[in-house]
Every structure is written in C-alpha cells, then in structure tokens.
C-alpha cells in the first residue's frame, strides 16, 4: 500500500516512518498546509515529537507561539491523551469520543481545514496492544464521519515489521484511506 499524502476532509492516512527528519518534515508538511489556509491543526504526540513538529512549521514560517494562542494550532501530549479513553486497560469508545470529540468539534466550528496528526496509536502498538491500536484506528474513522477534519496517523517502520505482525498490519492499512512512506513490506 502506497499512497499520497492528500487526504481531504474526512480523509484518514498512515503514514509509515524510519526517523525523526522524515517524521517531522511530512507531519509539519501536513498541518502548515490547513495552518496557511486559515485552517486548524491538531497535534496529538509525543513531547520529543511535539517539539520537533513545532520546530519545523516555525522553520517553515509559521507563527507557531501566535496559532496556540488564537486556538489554529492545538497540540496535545498522546500518553496523557490516552490515558483519558482507557478503561481497564483497554480503549473505551465512550470515553475516546469524550476526550476527542470536543477538540475537534472546536476546530471544526472556528476553522477549515482542519488537518489532525496522531501517534496514539504508535504508542498502543510499541507498548504491545496491537488490537487495543486497531479499535481507536476504528474509532478515527467514526469520527470522521462526524466532522470534516482529516487525520495522519503514523507508525515507525521498525515496530511494525515482522512477520508477527502481519494480520495486524493487513488491518492497520484496511482502515486508512491512503498511505505515506513505505509500508514495511516495501521497504
């Protein structure tokens, strides 16, 4: 599976990684698009990723200190996040609609495009709960069927490789419109 990354409203791409440069230059590439068009961007990462993605849209021009602050650019740690929806150890689609469905609702109401990157799902994958990452990725796309926002997610190459992993990657593609990078099996 290859793909651009051209996700519209309501799109939902993966995007497959080997290293921080390319993550961040393709995730800051992603959300200056909707910041340069008036739009909202989301960041839902790591706090090494979230820094790295800021760097770059302030490299590229963007005033990242100004969008914060007038809501454009919203930026969110993803254990925390996490830690928000789970119940008993697992995602609870209640309380994920609960914890995302209002952030994106603002942005949807104040902004268009609204361009969303999450590794949520990165971090459920490495932590061992590949199917606990499949049912929030299931969770996205009911999302996006209730607000015109797109959304990136990604994925390390390095921790979706293997053979152990390949239902799961199989169903990880399935329920992304499209791809960015290579998907461990090209690469």
């Known amino acids: ?6 996700a519209g409203c ?3 791409a993966v995007m497959f ?9 393709r995730v800051s590439g992603y959300l200056l698009k909707a910041l340069r068009e008036g739009g909202a961007a989301i960041v839902i990462a790591t706090p090494e990723h979230r820094r790295a993605i800021c760097a770059r849209l302030a490299q590229a021009g963007a005033d990242v ?3 914060r602050a007038a809501g454009a650019l919203v930026v969110l740690d993803a254990a925390e ?3 928000r929806f789970m119940v008993a150890g697992w995602p609870d689609a209640a309380s994920f609609w609960q914890v995302i469905s209002p952030v994106i609702h603002r942005a949807t109401e104040a902004r268009k495009p609204v361009h969303v ?5 990165a971090l459920l994958w490495n932590s061992g709960q590949v199917n606990a990452a499949i049912d929030v990725e299931a969770m996205w796309n009911e999302l996006t069927a209730q607000y015109p ?3 990136l997610c990604a994925y390390p190459v390095d921790s979706v490789s293997g053979d152990r992993h390949q239902d799961a990657l199989a169903e990880v593609c399935r329920v992304h419109a499209s791809a960015v990078g290579d998907t461990p099996a090209e690469a």
């Open 1 to 6: 599976m290859r793909g651009r990354q051209s």
């Open 10 to 12: 309501g799109g939902h």
């Open 17 to 25: 990684h080997r290293d921080g440069d390319e993550f961040a230059g």
């Open 65 to 67: 200190a100004g969008a």
């Open 81 to 83: 996040t996490i830690s």
């Open 117 to 121: 990157f999450g590794e949520m799902v």
């Open 149 to 151: 926002f797109s959304l």
